[in-house]
């Protein structure tokens, strides 16, 4: 069995600030972890991925992610927030079983950047 | 390569009525995936294939609901007598998949339903 926790379904962040989205999974197998972003009425872009190689993953647009084994986390920062960031992004976890690739998706964070 | 596409983007039918959605993978790719998107969540696997052959479906898919992929290249997914709660956005993913591994999976925009 696999899924992810997203916590906050909204965040605000200043325009310049810090972006923290968070992401734990639970997995009972080696886990691949994704970050999507979905702007409004769009389909689902790849931000980055974790595949078992570098733990701390960099993505577009100066995204970049951490992998963190002991607390089952994946959680997303960017330095400095650009109102173009604001849109919801989605954590997922994949793995395979029975051959089989399952991906399953968070419920998501909406991300606001104030001016 | 353009990216996967989906047609129509934005269907409105009544209640009872049947649709069917067409996803256009990248062509080189050849997995193939149907997801549904409600207000609120992430997407839900709904079904996958591998070339031509249906080889998941979730048990979110209704005896109402019905996908093929019949040259192993574009897919449809049907949906029969529809209902309201079948209201959602509709995404189509596809993904090279070399052996047995996990694959990146490229998403179209979706099709957006609504039943009235």
């Known amino acids: 069995a696999q899924s992810v926790t997203q916590l906050g379904s909204h965040v605000s962040v200043s325009e310049g600030a810090l972006v923290l989205l968070r992401c734990n999974y639970s997995?009972?197998?080696?886990?691949?972890l994704f970050w999507y972003v979905q702007y409004p009425n769009q389909g689902l872009q790849l931000l980055l991925k974790?595949?078992?190689?570098?733990?701390l993953v960099k993505g577009i647009n100066d995204f970049e992610a951490e992998f963190k084994k002991s607390e089952t986390s994946f959680h997303l920062t960017k330095p400095s927030a650009h109102m173009s960031d604001a849109a919801e992004y989605f954590c997922?976890?994949?793995?395979?079983?029975?051959?089989?690739?399952?991906?399953?998706f968070g419920t998501g964070t909406k991300l606001q950047v104030i001016p | 390569d353009t990216g996967v596409s989906q047609d129509p983007r934005h269907k409105i039918t009544k209640r009872g009525q049947n649709v069917t959605f067409r996803c256009d993978p990248i062509?080189?790719?050849?997995?193939l995936y149907w997801y549904r998107q409600t207000l609120g969540q992430g997407p839900e696997f709904l079904t996958y294939?591998?070339?031509?052959?249906?080889?998941?479906k979730s048990r979110l898919l209704s005896d109402r609901f019905s996908a093929e992929r019949p040259k192993g290249s574009f897919s449809t997914l049907e949906i029969q007598r529809t209902e309201q709660g079948d209201s959602a956005m509709y995404l189509c993913?596809?993904?090279?998949?070399?052996?047995?591994?996990?694959?990146?999976?490229?998403f179209g925009p979706g099709t957006r339903l609504t039943v009235t």
């Open positions: 062509s080189e790719h050849n997995r």
């Open positions: 997995s009972s197998v080696p886990p691949y």
């Open positions: 993913a596809s993904s090279l998949a070399l052996g047995q591994g996990v694959s990146e999976q490229y």
């Open positions: 294939f591998q070339n031509e052959a249906q080889l998941e």
């Open positions: 997922a976890v994949s793995g395979v079983s029975g051959g089989y690739q399952k991906v399953t």
């Open positions: 974790y595949t078992s190689a570098a733990t």
